[in-house]
């Protein structure tokens, strides 16, 4: 082919087109590199340094907690500044836990990064796809996601889905002369293509999010949050204001006490290292699966996965290894052996089909016949055969039974059925003397031989799906392959159920999948856009599905599921388009994702019912001493130890601690199931004391004092009953915290500005100490009472509705 050179711009190098054997040479991409015509690095999946520094250290709470220091600072009470400190340590200690997890999770992006194969100075060769520069000639294979736009200069039967860019979902043949599309990926033959357009000037800079375009974050504990703080955002604020206008400029309280007592409720108020150790959780999570070789490229995956109830698996590459082998030729129809292999041989050297069919084949099959093609048609995943003109030999079709030829005929169909029983995988080799006719196979094929494929079981795929199935989790096996075929290697592996199984190539259009994917287990001949439907019928059904998978047919599947996991030894476009990469390609990785998940959202639920009870607790009583003649009960200093002690230090052992029971329900609402009837008993036991106070003429230092220690005792309540069940660590850890608590008050109430309980003062904590363990348990029962009783009316409104 003749190089072509085009007119170089004022100021730039010449660009050229080069022959799609030979490229550039060495000396012209350095030119390229110098001027920085190369190709952006793909984004990594977290946030830079600089990012995490600014979303812990600039944040709406930790102005507030400023501003309240500096007007403590201003009437001179040093001691009750103490609650920054602790603030300033908990954002260190998570920007330091964020950072080592980017870390580590970073050295893993390195790992998975794709590269793109190039040809220069007459080599093929692989580079990572920040080294590409304009002008290079790319090698496009099946699989292969195009990480620049680029026109084809050579091709061989080469068709690309650019559905990511489009929408539109059908392969779309490449020739020569023809634009791709960095986004799109190759699923069917090869070809050759010159680099028009890199970096910023091209789809490349989308290349790891363009699989996920229209994909909504789905967390709800995130959602949760992130409406909690905008609410509080709305809240803190103006309450503060009234709180300090009651004291002060209605109630006449000096202006020390006026601001010592807004701060304590404002402090209180703020969910003072909830966002952050949320934060925290999932960054740890993501670290701990980094360590077993798993990336984790959206972190709110991490609370999916402990929600997911239903696992769809692409046979291949997920319960099987992704490998094949050669089982057996049956010749048909009185044709040789030697010629059935020979067409195969044929088929396999000139296709260079890079899938596992093809490999396996070619493995076999070791010699190339030579025979030349006048037409090729690639292998696709929708078309389910390929096939070649041979000049002088006619048309060799290769390809599913039942997709080469519609009528098998009884015989043909039993042998078939008999074979695939056995978990092989059949194809059939047919010919014809006509030409080939596009997307459909051509007229007058006749059968020459039955092709064989076994598949290889993954070892650690039974005792994996065997995990599943104790926990509770419904396995669907969805595959492009023969049902009977994939429900036998199913059933092998040990997926219950495997015996229902269900063609899907025989259901018409429209056919209704949310029945469909609640009656069967094994999906069979599923084409990419039904492995699609039939996720998407599930998640319609109530279901929260993960799907694995490694090819390019499992894209649509993988975008659609809440949580994609694919195989970093699969296609550029299934690791693009999956939430999680299994590095090692080692399915068992599943059972500690799923793990870690639920880990990391029930520890997180444990941990903000703690912080919420704070919280509640102080809004409702900033509301009602607003309107009391009253001044609120607190100083920032005295809810110092008990935050400490009830909620910061145990948060942190009870966020790492392991539990691996799937996640169900709200996350607010099991949230509030435990903070709101301690919240609500705080709040009933303060008015008391306040009560008692002024019936036995108790000082404000007395109420306070008695407020707190009331406050402290709920929050112990609280926390044996976050961190059930109880084991030996988590009963030593209470003791030592109780321990501390009382310490605190005999040896440091002074500093905490606790006044000593002697006589009247003793009597009122005594007997409102005696009624905290029956109450607690009274209110915790009624606030379940109430859950019940409107999780029942609502049923009963969604039966009316459906009725």
Known sequence: MRTQTQPAAPGAFPRRTPAWDTGLTQEEVLLRLRHGARNAPPKTPTHTAGQIVRENLCTLFNLINLALAALILLVGDLRNVLFLGVALSNTAIGIFQELRAKRNIDRLSILTASKVAVVRAGDTRQIPQEELVLDDIMLLTTGNQICADGVVVYAEASEMDESQLTGEARPVAKDVGDTVLSGSFVVAGRAFARVTAVSAASFAGRLTTEAHRGRRARSELMRSLRRMVRVLTVVILPMGALLFASDHLWGGAPFANAVLSTASAMIGMIPEGLILLTGIAFAMGALRLARRRTLVQSMPCMETLARVDVLCLDK???????????????????????????????LAWTLRDEGPTGRALRTRLTRDPGWRAEQRVAFSSARKWSGCFFAGHGAYVLGAPTFVLPDLGEALNRAVEALAADALRVLLLAHTDAPLAGDRPPAGLRPVALVTMADTVRPEAPATLSFFAKQGVAVKVISGDHPVTVSQVARRAGV???????????QPEGAALAALSQEFVVFGRVSPHQKKALVEALQQSGRVVAMTGDGVNDVPALTQADCGVAMATGSDAARHAADIVLLDANFEAMIHVVREGRRVVGNTQRVASLYLVKTIYSTLLSLLFILLPIPYPFQ?????????????????????????RRIQGRFMGAVLRLSAPTALCIVASILLTHAAGQWLRLTFAQTSTVS??????????????????LDAGKRTMLLLLFAAFVAGFAWLGFFFSYAPLLGRPAFVWGALAALAWPAHRLCSAAVQRLRRAAARRRRARAARIDN
Do not use: H
């Open 708 to 725: 707190a220690l009331m406050t402290g005792l709920f929050g112990f309540l609280a926390l044996r009953q976050a961190a059930r069940p």
């Open 636 to 660: 920032p200093i005295q809810l110092s130890p008990i935050s400490a002690l009830t909620v910061g230090i145990p948060s942190f052992f009870l966020a790492l601690r392991p539990t691996y």
């Open 496 to 506: 219950a159920g495997a015996e229902r199984c269900v063609d899907m190539s025989a």
């Open 316 to 346: 291949t590459g997920t319960i099987t290894d992704g490998t094949l082998t050669l089982a057996d030729v049956r010749p048909l129809g009185g044709a040789a052996r030697a010629d059935a292999e020979t067409a195969l041989a044929a």
